[in-house]
């Protein structure tokens, strides 16, 4: 006699709730994304109407600002917190469809560069956290966080360490509280140092691809620059986000034999869960980009839809960072991230300042 297994149909009312609970977060990105389009338009417009050289500040700057003032005023209320967390997805679905903007031949070409520019600042980056950590009498494992955020993609590479490592979460928040000050702050030297070098636009995306942490910020400081540069920060960060599962399981083991940490049993397995997949999901695109899979409109529509998933991104970046709880982490974790920050900036520039001579950018 079998027995008849029965199988937990989905329950479509909590679906419902779900996208009920998604609504108002979601809406308040697209308000507040619309709003720094809309104030960039306008400054535009009044600057031509009366014939004044205004100066041309992107709407994502202006979006930014918006979240800033709201997430440190009156703060993201709790209708609207769980819409807002999507903005990192968001993220992701923007890289994604962006590679459709890539011909794999454009990938070869540039992507040989700045691998080998990924590889020198990922040694260099690690290396140099490691030591200005000791030096600051950091908590050992406070240190590892700090120098995989700075050296890959900021928190989302603290995050996967951390369950790798098994850091506090105390090692955690102060990490990522540096982190997220130092992404914040990249958003205005960035273009500033960029353009008074007059750097050209694929020189100046390379340097913020290898030189801001979270990849939101990273993507923001490339679209402040220009079009251009906001296209290829994206494949220069994405670059460097790939090497996350490698940076991560060599921590995991070093502290597994330090017996500070599980084992790493299947070390494949492990690379798999921590890879980014989004990733995959660009290379894909860029690769039925190159076969001529889509039509010129259908590559038209799809790289508006990849704007408009980093307008939601760009208020989220905004709307998430909260100065006050940042400045309650205290001042050593920030000072070795403010000082690493710096200094793997400057390596980086001179990198990139070095590598436009030699080849070409």
């Known amino acids: 006699m079998t027995e008849n297994i029965a199988v937990a149909a989905p329950d479509p009312s909590s679906l419902v709730r779900r996208i009920v609970e998604l609504l108002p977060g979601l809406f308040l990105l697209a308000l507040i994304g619309l709003g720094g389009k809309f104030i960039e ?37 709790r209708l609207f917190r769980v819409g807002v967390a999507t903005y990192e997805f968001w993220l992701k679905v923007g890289i994604v469809l962006l590679g459709v903007r ?15 520019l ?6 260099g980056s690690l290396i140099f956290m490691t030591i200005l950590g000791k030096a600051f009498g950091l ?34 928040s102060y990490a990522m509280a540096a982190i997220l000050a ?7 030297v960035f273009p500033a140092v960029g353009h008074a070098l007059g750097l050209s636009d694929h020189a100046y995306v390379l340097w913020a691809g290898l030189g801001v942490d979270n990849t939101a910020e990273a993507t923001a400081a ?82 508006n839809l990849s704007r408009w998933a980093f307008l939601l991104t760009f208020a989220g970046v905004g709307l998430s960072t909260d100065l006050r709880k940042i400045a309650q982490q205290g001042w050593r974790p920030f000072a070795v991230g403010a000082i690493g920050g710096a200094v793997i900036a400057a390596l980086t520039l001179g990198l990139v300042v070095g590598a436009d001579a030699w080849v070409g950018l």
């Open 222 to 303: 490339g679209a402040l620059y220009s079009d251009t540069a906001g296209k290829f920060a994206v494949l220069a960060k994405t670059m460097r986000n790939a090497t996350i599962g490698f940076v991560v399981l060599g921590y995991a083991i070093y502290w597994a034999r330090q017996g500070q940490a599980g084992p790493v049993a299947h070390k494949a397995a492990f690379l798999w869960r921590k890879f980014p997949k989004f990733v995959l999901g660009f290379l894909l695109i860029s690769m039925l980009a190159s076969s001529h899979v889509f039509t010129g409109p259908e590559v038209a529509s799809l790289a």
């Open 182 to 188: 130092l992404g914040a702050l990249s958003l205005f």
């Open 118 to 123: 990924v590889a020198i600042e990922i040694v």
């Open 102 to 116: 890539f011909l794999l031949g454009d990938l070869v070409k540039v992507g040989g560069v700045t691998l080998g």
């Open 41 to 77: 338009q306008s400054i535009a417009a009044y600057g031509k109407a009366h014939h004044q050289p205004l100066p041309n500040i992107e709407y994502v700057l202006w979006a930014i600002l918006i979240g800033l003032a709201i997430s440190n005023t009156i703060g993201v209320p």
């Open 139 to 172: 908590k050992p494992k406070l240190i590892s966080l700090l120098a995989v955020g700075s050296s890959i993609c900021g928190v989302s590479a603290i995050i996967a360490a951390k369950g790798a490592i098994e850091a506090e979460d105390e090692d955690a």
